[in-house]
């Protein structure tokens, strides 16, 4: 008889995360923002994103983490997933073009997931309802009971952290268009048996996700905030700097100049690596400030290991939109060929090289990220 009966007991109802992700957005982007920041924007393995974030790549936690994604449109595949691909969403997002562009992006991440849309654009201009009659509603668009009021406090905290919520006396109303900004707050932890297993469609994007406990550090960078802004690198001889500001000015952009390299093997600092993500392009120096002898005292010039970082990030963050001048007699190698290469000869540049790197930097402004 009670075999019969536990038989005969209703399954718990699961959320799909492609209606409800089980994270909020921002932490959801901790999956794009670890492919985009160590693997040059992907694709990339689940198991080397999940070792960027410091996850097991079998744990619920990553699991859903990459459902989350895949349910605001931040990325395709998911943990079950050969790869994980960034979408152009969160490419907007990582690496605007223009100011504002992540902010329009995020906003549209928000909406994606098909129950927070509905609800917010259904409140759209007008005041959200008490607690009680909008658990009530979000009951009747398919959101369990027992799961409405954590579903409500996500869709309200998601959008009051990116300005979608414009209070007035007291009240809140739902502003889709508004401009304003707000702290994103933290998120209420979440039961992962309320969502279905969506191992099976996560490609299909029915995303998942969860756990309650995210590191705030893990949030993502900002990155290319003014497609004006141009990074510059130096190495031990700064006299380009000034003439490379002037040339900067002509074209109406702003130069953002890198500190002074520290030694061969040191990692390109912090930062550096700020300053890159605050740019839409760059000019990076490459002089010879390694000269290794061989057996017979023949001289060979090395490039500074911390300059190869510099390009490669250079790649990752700004596609073609970079310069590389370089003195006579550095030879670069073959996989750099074919990005913008100025060439100068001496400790200065002479009216032939500083044609050329204005001509390179116009060619430049015409490329798109």
Do not use: W
Request: glycine share 6%.
């Amino acid at each position: 008889m009670t075999d019969e009966k536990n038989d005969k007991a209703p399954r718990k109802k699961r959320m799909n995360q492609a209606d409800v992700p089980a994270y909020s957005l921002e932490h959801a982007l901790r999956v794009p923002t670890a492919v985009f920041e160590n693997y040059a924007g992907g694709p990339a393995k689940p198991i080397d994103v999940a070792a960027a974030m410091d996850l097991s790549p079998t744990s619920s936690q990553f699991r859903m983490l990459t459902g989350s994604a895949i349910a605001y449109g931040l990325t395709d595949g998911g943990a079950q997933s050969n790869e994980i691909v960034l979408t152009d969403l969160a490419r907007k997002i990582l690496a605007p073009l223009e100011e504002g562009i992540d902010l329009d992006a995020k906003r549209e991440a928000l909406l994606k997931p098909k129950i927070v849309g509905e609800f917010l654009t259904k409140y759209d201009g007008s005041q959200i309802p008490k607690d009680q009659i909008a658990q009530n509603v979000l009951g009747s668009m398919g959101v369990p009971k027992d799961r409405a009021s954590d579903v409500l406090a996500l869709i309200l905290e998601g959008a009051e952290s990116l300005g979608l919520i414009t209070e007035i006396k007291g009240k809140k109303y739902a502003n889709l268009s508004s401009p304003k900004i707000r702290q994103t707050p933290s998120l209420p932890e979440i039961d992962e048996s309320d969502y279905e297993d969506d191992d099976a469609s996560v490609n299909d994007f029915s995303s998942q996700s969860n756990t309650s406990t995210l590191s705030t550090s893990s949030t993502p960078a900002v990155s290319v905030l003014q497609n004006k802004k141009v990074f510059i690198t130096h190495g031990k001889n700064k006299a380009f700097i000034e003439p490379i500001k002037k040339l900067l000015s002509f074209g109406e952009m702003e130069a953002v100049v890198s500190v002074e390299k520290q030694s061969v093997s040191q990692p390109v600092p912090e930062k550096v690596m700020n300053d890159m993500r605050e740019c839409g392009a760059a000019i990076i120096h490459v002089e010879d400030e390694l000269t290794l002898l061989d057996k017979e005292a023949n001289e060979h010039v090395m490039l500074n290991p911390n300059v190869l970082i510099e390009i490669g990030a250079a790649m990752a963050l700004y596609k073609k939109r970079f310069i590389l001048l370089v003195k006579d007699g550095v030879k670069l190698p073959s996989n750099l060929q074919g990005l913008y290469e100025v060439r100068y000869s001496g400790e200065n540049m002479d009216g032939e090289a500083t044609i050329k790197l204005l001509e390179a930097i116009n060619a430049m402004k015409a490329e798109k990220i």
